[in-house]
């Protein structure tokens, strides 16, 4: 593994840990050369995840991408980093299970919302609110007042 640092070409690992799930093996390295230390992630490569978006278009399932939404919802709340990775490898996973090839982008909005709402509720509504794309105040305060 090429070291982030000095970039080298070689490194020891010094402890691994997997994830609860079996999903994730965490390593930490250290560089041969520097030694510096870094952690990596180990996932399963898995067979791609097309997503069909709202207009037909089909592009790859991307987990950064379905990050920043949920980082975007929970933007000045109190949620950490983990758990918002968290919620993603969920929603990832629960996806993968379905064993289709296309996924419709609704359903992993509809999957993310689950997360949210018993996470924390402003960040539920900020995510609906644009997941739903509400066209006026009434839509909005109809979801409000089914919280």
Not at 3 to 24: E, H, L, Q, W
Not at 74 to 90: Q, V, W
Not at 115 to 126: E, G, I
């Amino acid at each position: 593994m090429k070291c982030p640092f000095c970039n080298y070409k070689d490194s020891k690992v010094i402890d691994s840990r997997m994830k609860a799930d079996g999903t994730v093996i965490r390593r930490r390295r250290e560089c041969l050369s520097c030694k510096r230390r870094f952690t990596t992630k180990e996932y399963i490569e898995q067979a791609p995840l097309i997503v069909v978006k709202a207009d037909k278009r089909r592009e790859p399932f991307s987990l950064e991408k379905l990050k920043k939404g949920i980082r975007l919802a929970c933007s000045k709340r109190p949620i950490s980093s983990e758990t918002i990775d968290d919620i993603a490898s969920k929603v990832e996973f629960q996806l993968r299970e379905m064993v289709a090839d296309e996924i419709d982008s609704r359903e992993i909005g509809k999957l993310v919302m689950v997360h949210l709402k018993k996470l924390d509720k402003v960040a539920y509504v900020r995510f609906a609110s644009v997941y739903r794309n509400f066209q006026d105040k009434e839509e909005f305060i109809t979801e409000l007042q089914d919280l």
